[in-house]
């Protein structure tokens, strides 16, 4: 009895206990999308166990590349685990259904893919990587250095990919580019000869395949098997190794627009997140081997320098496991102003969530099986 009276007596002294930032992973584990999701869960082994002095829990759950596993996931997050935010998840298609929950359970999602969302929605769903459009820029202006005047797309029939046809054929009008086929396919199709044989019979000067992780090099591969000569690009959710491992020599001199994180020795001194990508390419090699360097587990790295800047922001206006907490969030998030991360330097605002602009991408290409940086 007394040890209970002096208990509470402390605590009106001295405030209640820190409660735990309980954070929720979605992540692709399992899946078409898995190549994806496996090395954003490994960037989380590069997380401090405290920020802003409060101890900081991941939940972490496969969503199996799923829509509705990930919508499910979301909900388990909410309600059973109380989180305070949500992040994830790397395949679009399912990020997109848990940003409808966050919205619904007014939590805060960090997604580590590009999601698209229509206008209204998606108010408490920030994004990790570069935008579809910042991306889609960088590819069209590559292109009309090297002198293409037509293309041909080749990508996923889902949200990443009708979202690159948008931005791209955009980008490609406002340059004088010509699109003369756009053919898609299924993340889990294991073949494209239909639509590859479509693509080389339009005769473009290149062509742009969308696609992620290892799913991006079985349809670079068709292309080249099929005759294609020109010039094939793909876009930074082929970044990974997968690429070059399943590929081999049909992906050499492919052309991969990618976030900073994955050659960040070929960037100035001068740029402001070199030295933050730099550190995290050598302590997740360190971990996890040479080369093992990727631009999905800079995403999860990302997130933690994130919110070592806007933890301390909504501590003045809740408690972690609290509404309040969690709309300050929100709030801290919008008005952070710029913070350099691995990928750039982001800046989310009320009326941008994606944050990060064309200081956050490079050209890369593969010469004898390792990424090179070269001049955009």
Partial sequence: MKKSLCAVLLASLF???????????????????????IPTKNGFALWPDTIAGEKVKLVYLDDASDPTQASKNARRFITDDKVDLIIGSSATPAAIAISEVATEGQTVQMATSPLELPEGKGAWTFRLPQSTAVMASGVIRHMKAANVKSIAFLGYADAYGESWLR???????????????????????????????????????????????????????????????????????????????????????AFIVAGLAVVPES?????????????????????????????????????????????PEALKKGKPGT?????????????????????????????DHFGLGSNSRMMLTIQNGAFKAVAQ
Avoid: C, W
Avoid at 17 to 35: C, E, F, K, N, R
């Fill in 15 to 37: 405030g209640a206990a820190h409660a735990d930032i309980t954070i929720g992973v979605s992540m692709p584990l399992t899946g078409p999308a898995s190549g994806l999701g």
């Fill in 323 to 351: 509404p309040e907490f969690r709309a300050a969030l929100k709030q801290a998030l919008e008005g952070m102003g710029n913070i350099p991360i691995t990928q750039g330097v982001i800046h989310y605002t009320p009326a």
């Fill in 267 to 311: 960037l100035p001194d001068s740029h402001p997140s070199k030295k933050l990508a730099v550190d995290f390419v050598e302590r997740y090699e360190k971990m996890y081997g040479a080369g093992t360097r990727n631009q999905f587990a800079a995403h999860a790295y990302d997130a933690q320098l994130v919110l070592q800047v806007v933890v």
């Fill in 167 to 253: 931005e791209i054929t955009a980008a490609a009008k406002s340059m004088g580019i010509q699109l003369t086929t756009a053919e898609r396919f299924g993340r889990a199709d294991t073949s494209v000869t239909a639509q590859a044989l479509k693509v080389v019979s339009s005769n473009p000067d290149a062509v742009l395949v969308v696609a992620s992780g290892s799913g991006a090099a079985m349809p670079h591969k068709t292309l080249v098997e099929r005759g294609f000569k020109g010039k094939i690009y793909q876009t930074h959710s082929a970044a990974s190794r997968d690429l070059m491992r399943l590929g081999g020599k049909d992906v050499e001199g």
